[in-house]
T-cell receptor, first 111, second 116 residues
């Protein structure tokens, strides 16, 4: 039962353009959402978060949007840089304080 | 200020052997979470522990898998009688409070288990 879904396993973007990564969830009780970035052979690292009471959070080149009615989350990276190439996981927290992760989207930023 | 330490980084076991994966949480963190990443899949929640307590093990397979976080020492994920399907990357994460606060969890680099 995949409660958090990332339907695009991969994405390629030209350097300098916008990268948009999408995430859908099914549980309306999720109260907190995060994006993690993962390089090969490393653990995921925190990137940006958003509370369910907000619809947007911005941190430098990274912006996360939350559409609660659609149960949809997206991460915008602009401008994209080659160092952004990694696997991005979205995660959602339930009332039991565990995070459920999506399957990840592998982003490649082409120089 | 070391982060979450997992060892070993790579572990090879023959079918039927036991695998023990260790995780030392970040200093000051008392909440530990184990996740498994199978090839071509995302991170699957396995178990959430605090010192000497299992808070939620709803993601743990019912047989052969167990986890503990003793009062002293690292958290241990134990897999008995391993099978080829157990081959995966196992990630441990920790947080200072339940749910990770505003920054989620801090993850270790993972243990890659290969069952031959």
């Amino acid at each position: 039962d995949q409660q958090v879904k990332q339907n695009s396993p991969s994405l390629s973007v030209q350097e300098g353009r916008i990268s948009i990564l999408n995430c859908d969830y099914t549980n309306s009780m999720f109260d907190y959402f995060l994006w993690y970035k993962k390089y090969p052979a490393e653990g995921p690292t925190f990137l940006i978060s958003i509370s369910s009471i907000k619809d947007k959070n911005e941190d430098g080149r990274f912006t996360v949007f939350l559409n609660k009615s659609a149960k949809h989350l997206s991460l915008h990276i602009v401008p994209s840089q080659p160092g952004d190439s990694a696997v991005y996981f979205c995660a959602a927290r339930n009332t039991g304080n565990q995070f459920y992760f999506g399957t990840g989207t592998s982003l490649t930023v082409i120089p | 200020n070391a982060g979450v330490m997992q060892n070993p980084r790579h572990l090879v076991r023959r079918r039927g052997q036991e695998a023990r994966l260790r995780c030392s949480p970040m200093k000051g963190h008392s909440h530990v979470y184990w996740y498994r990443q199978l090839p071509e899949e995302g991170l699957k929640f396995m178990v959430y522990l605090q010192k000497e307590n299992i808070i939620d093990e709803s993601g743990m397979p019912k047989e052969r898998f167990s986890a503990e976080f003793p009062k002293e020492g690292p958290s241990i994920l134990r897999i008995q009688q391993v099978v080829r399907g157990d081959s995966a990357a196992y990630f441990c994460a920790s947080s200072p409070e339940g749910g990770g606060g505003n920054y989620g969890y801090t993850f270790g680099s993972g243990t890659r288990l290969t069952v031959v």
